[in-house]
Every structure is written in C-alpha cells, then in structure tokens.
C-alpha cells in the first residue's frame, strides 16, 4: 500500500536507441507515461476504503498489490533506458533522487502523528518506539515480523502499521537496481535477448509467490503478507513487463493479437480487480495464494493498456480528480491511517451508524487536506531544489527574521524536540487491553487453582438418592445417568464460560453478574482449542454453557458442531457472536453462529454485536471496555433468559446491576 513512484518517476526521458532496438516497429513514446497517476488513485482509494471499513470493501488491502506493479514497471523502465543511453546506472543519483522523494513527508507524519496521538489515547502509543525506528529506517515489515505482530487481527492499534509496504518498497529500491545491473550485465555478454531477461525476473516474482503460499499460516498471515521475500510478485512482474516494453518487441502491442484482444483484455482486467476487491477477504488463504497474483497480473494489463496508446482506458485515468489523487497518493497513505485511528479515539462511534459515516467523512477529507499541504510545502520544494537547496532556503528564510523572530522558531523547535522525546521515551510497552486481560487471566488460574478437582468434588458431594433424575452436585455439575433437561435460568455456580480474550477481558464483571460461575479462558484462542477444553471439561461440566470464540480465526462451524456434540442437547448453551471494527469476516461468522443455533433447541445467541456501543470497546476496537464488560456479562445473562422463557414458557425477571 506504498505510492511512493509519482509523477516525478511517470516521466521518462527518451535516449537514443541501441542497436538491439533499431528493428523496433515503433519508438517507446516519450515523456509521461500517462494513465498511471490514475491507476494509482484507483488503488489508494481501494486501500482507504478498505481501511475505514472492511465490510465496505474487503479486498481493498489488495490495493497494495497494484502500487507494487507500478512501482516495478516504473523504476526499472528508468533504469533500463538510463543504462541503454549512458551504459550505466548513476546509482548515487537513482538513491537521492528515491531520497528525496520518501524522506521529507515521512519525517513530518512520524512526529506529527506521535504527537497528536498522545494527546488523544496513550494506547496508540504502545510499541511506537519500534514503530518509529522502523519508519525512519523502512525495516517496519521484518520489525514487526520479529515482534509478532498480526496486521489483520492486532490487539492493539498501530500507528504506523501501514508502513510496513514502504518498507518492502524501499528495500525494492536499495536491491534491484543493484540486481538490474547484474542482469544488464549478463544481456549484453551472452546477448540474451528481452523475452529471456523477462522471464528471469518474472521467475523472481514466481518463487516469491510460491515461497508465500509455503510460509502462509490461517491464523496468522503476516509473515507471508510482510515479508519481502514472499511479496515481490508484483513488483518483479512490473520489472519483467517494462524490460519486454522498453525492448524491440514493445511488450507484443504492435502485433495483430494484442491489437483484437486488447478491448477484451482491459475489460477482463478490470472486472478481474473490481471482483478481488470486492469479494477477497483477508480470512480467505486463497486471497493470498491466488487473488494477490491474479491482481498483479490484471494490473500489469491495464499499465500496458494506458501507456501503450490514448484510448477510453486512458481518458479515465487521466480524469482531473484522479490525477490530483494520484500526485498527492504518498502523501495520502502516509497520513490516512495516523488520522482514522486518531479520529477513532477522539470520536467514537459504531459502525453502520450516521456517526460513523460522517467519522470517516471526516477522515477523508482531514487526510486529502493534510496530503495536499505536504505536497505543495514539504515533498514539492524538496524534490525541487534537493536537500541542500532546500537547507539553504530556510536558512536564507530565517536570516530574514529579526533576532526576536529566529529565537522564538529556535526555541519552538527545541520545545518540541523535547516533548516528543519525552512521550517516545515514556511511551507504553502494552495497551491497557492488554494489561487487563493480563490481570484478568492471573485471576482465572488462581480461580482454577482454589476450586477442587472433579474427583475431589465428587469424593465431597452428598451421595445421591437412586432413581433421582435431577440429583445434582453442589457445584451445579450433574451425572450423565441422572443429568435431565433444565431450562430454568441458571444461577452463577450453575454455568460453566469457555473463551478467548474476550472473556478473559470480562471476567470481572462475568463474576459480578454470575457468582460462582466456573472461567476457563485464554488469549489467542480458537475454535479447535475450545473443543479441547470442553472435552477435558465433560465429568464435571456444568449444565449452562456460554461459548465465546472466533475473534481470532473466526467461526468453524464443523468444530462448534462437535463442541456442541460433547455438551449433548440436555444444557443450555450460549454462543456469544462476535464485534470487531476491522474484521471484514464478521458478518460471515456471526450469520454462521445463527444458523447453527437455530438447528439446536437448546443454544441460542448472545448477540454481543448488537448489543455493543461505541463505549463499550477498548482502544483496539475489539475488547470490552470497564462499561462494555458489564454490556458483555448482561447479553449473556439476557441470552439464558430468553433461551429459558422460550422452553419453560415463564419469563426471567431480571434485577438491574448497578454498573460502573
């Protein structure tokens, strides 16, 4: 999701041609390659879109795959021309002009962005130290794959997690000139020709790809997504189409072939990226074994289509608006995500309410204004006058001052070095979700650690009268000879929680609204781990249930089946569904929790979704907040009343708790 090649990189100086190319049909057109700027703004808008909100387009994370195209086309088109005409690359000159382009937008978003976070939600601050060091340096993606972090389910908010594909970008940047070179080298000692050149660079691009089907993991993916080695697909098939496109065949585009398909190419193309975008989701293992490839290739089409010769294609992408998006498209994803994170803590809001929307509104149009002020005043003059030009500007600028004047930005400046270093310094290891589930989770093991064990409590339990059908131990844990259907509302020594985080997060309040309740939860749990537990749990489960998994690898119906299975039809059941801000699969997930309770009598939904408010969630838009605890304890107390009403046909008074 890194535009940084823009109109600067769009234009490529024409040079003379060499003798491979003098059979040629055609002469590459020169200056601008029009279409692209346009093609870039399609993408950003894809990668904002997605980033505001998932449901809305949930493959729009792959908009990250069409700026890679483009980058790989557009570099090594300068780069084979620049050798062609002079027999060699001016590396120092390639690097500062890269330089010049990523480093001063950067260096304003980073503090800027630290600084307004702090005063809005600490947590945004959580692991901003790495965060910052991987920005300045472009090393975020290997950083946070060290860290561990999970760009689809982190459980807290990143500031600058969307750098982690400038990163993978920038490295492109520093290696493959260097690789170029080499390849250039071997063309002109063994006289390879263009086709066989191409196909080594695609060969690049096709391991990398095979290497991220091989390293993908369903509960993870952001090895696969973050690494550099596993994401040069489409970087490398951008560097393979520009060698066949600058060389004597121009790609095949003046043959017949392309000539009759290319109408049908450039529509293919498109409904191939309209149907990713739209239909791709970031929970899908096809999505990155398939969907990442497919989109590369569709887009490597439509670079081919809008540079090759005007047409309709080209007449929209050189539009006005998306002209003006696609300059300012590096600017626009450096600060978009900062500000909707931002926006998120100061504005809280739930998603599909008129508040969000005109949160996002907001968003957008903070981020176009804060983009377009970076282009016309930092990124522009920079890449104007270059770095020591534009020393020498501020410092011809600040000598015009009176000595009042410089003192007043000299201590300004110095101030605000200060506070920036004291809240990078101060800064939080972990989010105050994570604190608390911590806490929360200590509280459970020494829950589990002063209740007996089964056997110990059976040994301890009154003998049981024969032919009772109800007799009952006094934890609320019933024999399955004597085990018959109650659907009375259960009291708190009755129920027995399994779950993830999300009930580790809401143990105080679980307590508070079902004394005696029995806790077995953990972070990072799944499904299949849910399975496990109740399977260990079966001689002393109790005869109310509440399931809660699927925050982190979403819904397995054939796993909640035999869960479901394993506690048999004679216990009440509540499957708590699921919320998360930034999880395009959670329409998905809950609709497949709804049927499977509607096919079991005896389980039915806590429907936290619904039941949530913007309040009730902690910073990460994902954990129960103080409030939203006893909001999460309460749908379920709600859940077993309507599951008891509906079989016993007595509705459950329940007494209002005071919350805090």
């Given at each position: 999701m890194a535009?940084?090649?823009?109109?600067?990189?769009?234009?490529?100086?024409?040079?003379?041609?060499?003798?491979?190319?003098?059979?040629?049909?055609?002469?590459?057109?020169?200056?601008?390659?029009?279409?692209?700027?346009?093609?870039?703004?399609?993408?950003?808008?894809?990668?904002?879109?997605?980033?505001?909100?998932?449901?809305?387009?949930?493959?729009?994370?792959?908009?990250?795959?069409?700026?890679?195209?483009?980058?790989?086309?557009?570099?090594?088109?300068?780069?084979?021309?620049?050798?062609?005409?002079?027999?060699?690359?001016?590396?120092?000159?390639?690097?500062?002009?890269?330089?010049?382009?990523?480093?001063?937008?950067?260096?304003?978003?980073?503090?800027?962005?630290?600084?307004?976070?702090?005063?809005?939600?600490?947590?945004?601050?959580?692991?901003?130290?790495?965060?910052?060091?991987?920005?300045?340096?472009?090393?975020?993606?290997?950083?946070?794959?060290?860290?561990?972090?999970?760009?689809?389910?982190?459980?807290?908010?990143?500031?600058?997690?969307?750098?982690?594909?400038?990163?993978?970008?920038?490295?492109?940047?520093?290696?493959?000139?260097?690789?170029?070179?080499?390849?250039?080298?071997?063309?002109?000692?063994?006289?390879?020709?263009?086709?066989?050149?191409?196909?080594?660079?695609?060969?690049?691009?096709?391991?990398?790809?095979?290497?991220?089907?091989?390293?993908?993991?369903?509960?993870?993916?952001?090895?696969?997504?973050?690494?550099?080695?596993?994401?040069?697909?489409?970087?490398?098939?951008?560097?393979?189409?520009?060698?066949?496109?600058?060389?004597?065949?121009?790609?095949?585009?003046?043959?017949?072939?392309?000539?009759?398909?290319?109408?049908?190419?450039?529509?293919?193309?498109?409904?191939?990226?309209?149907?990713?975008?739209?239909?791709?989701?970031?929970?899908?293992?096809?999505?990155?074994?398939?969907?990442?490839?497919?989109?590369?290739?569709?887009?490597?089409?439509?670079?081919?289509?809008?540079?090759?010769?005007?047409g309709p294609l080209r007449s929209v992408l050189e539009l006005a608006p998306l002209v003006w998006i696609g300059t300012r498209s590096y600017g626009i994803y450096l600060w978009h995500w900062p500000v909707i994170l931002i926006i998120n803590q100061d504005i809280p809001t739930n998603a599909g309410t008129d508040e969000f929307i005109w949160t996002r509104v907001w968003a957008v149009l903070v981020t176009l204004a804060l983009a377009d002020l970076s282009f016309r005043f930092v990124e522009t003059p920079v890449r104007r006058r270059g770095f020591r030009g534009t020393l020498r500007h501020v410092a011809t600028s600040l000598g015009s001052l009176s000595l009042g004047g410089r003192r007043a930005i000299t201590g300004t400046v110095v101030a605000v070095a200060a506070v920036l270093a004291f809240v990078v310094i101060t800064a939080p290891d972990i989010s105050r979700t994570q604190q608390m589930i911590e806490d929360n989770q200590t509280r459970i093991a020494q829950q589990s650690d002063d209740s007996p064990s089964p056997d110990a409590s059976a040994a301890s339990a009154p003998a049981k009268s024969s032919g009772s059908d109800d007799a009952e131990d006094r934890d609320g844990t019933l024999d399955s000879a004597d085990r018959k259907a109650d659907f009375t509302m259960p009291t708190g020594d009755e129920m027995q929680i399994f779950g993830d985080s999300m009930v580790v997060g809401a143990v105080p309040a679980l307590e508070y609204y079902f004394p005696g309740v029995r806790i077995d939860a953990q972070s990072n749990r799944q499904w299949s781990d849910g399975l496990s537990a109740v399977t260990a749990a079966q001689d002393s489960l109790r005869r109310a249930v509440v399931l809660a998994f699927g925050t982190n690898a979403g819904t397995d119906p054939e796993t909640v089946e035999a869960i479901l299975d394993e506690i048999g039809p004679d216990r009440m059941v509540v499957l708590v569904n699921l919320h998360a801000d930034r999880l395009s699969r959670i329409d998905g997930d809950n609709s497949a929790l709804a049927e499977i309770a509607e096919e079991h009598p005896n389980v039915t939904i806590a429907d936290w979704d619904s039941a949530v408010a913007a309040e009730d969630l902690q910073p990460d838009g994902i954990h129960p907040s103080l409030g939203g605890a006893h909001t999460y304890a309460a749908t379920i107390r709600q859940a077993f009343a309507d599951l008891s009403e509906q079989h016993t046909g007595t509705a459950v008074p329940l007494k209002d708790l005071p919350r805090p």
């Open positions: 535009p940084t090649s823009t109109t600067e990189d769009a234009t490529v100086a024409s040079v003379a041609p060499s003798a491979s190319t003098t059979v040629a049909p055609t002469r590459p057109p020169r200056g601008h390659l029009s279409g692209l700027d346009g093609l870039r703004a399609l993408a950003i808008i894809a990668v904002i879109v997605f980033h505001l909100d998932p449901d809305w387009l949930p493959g729009g994370f792959l908009g990250v795959d069409i700026f890679f195209v483009i980058s790989g086309f557009l570099i090594t088109t300068l780069l084979v021309r620049e050798h062609r005409s002079t027999g060699r690359v001016d590396l120092r000159g390639f690097w500062t002009r890269r330089a010049r382009r990523l480093l001063p937008a950067l260096v304003i978003v980073v503090p800027v962005a630290i600084l307004i976070a702090r005063t809005v939600e600490t947590d945004l601050l959580v692991g901003i130290r790495r965060q910052a060091v991987g920005a300045l340096t472009f090393s975020t993606n290997w950083l946070e794959i060290a860290h561990g972090s999970n760009y689809f389910a982190a459980t807290s908010p990143q500031l600058f997690m969307n750098f982690w594909s400038l990163a993978v970008e920038e490295q492109f940047y520093l290696f493959w000139p260097l690789v170029a070179l080499a390849l250039l080298a071997v063309h002109r000692r063994f006289a390879l020709t263009e086709e066989v050149m191409a196909t080594l660079v695609l060969g690049i691009g096709v391991a990398s790809a095979l290497l991220m089907v091989v390293s993908f993991d369903p509960a993870n993916a952001t090895r696969a997504y973050y690494g550099t080695d596993t994401h040069l697909f489409g970087l490398m098939l951008g560097a393979a189409l520009a060698i066949m496109w600058t060389g004597p065949v121009r790609a095949w585009t003046a043959t017949a072939q392309w000539r009759q398909r290319r109408t049908w190419l450039i529509w293919g193309s498109v409904v191939t990226i309209a149907a990713l975008l739209l239909l791709a989701g970031e929970g899908s293992a096809w999505t990155f074994r398939l969907g990442i490839p497919l989109i590369s290739i569709a887009t490597a089409l439509l670079v081919l289509a809008a540079v090759e010769r005007p």
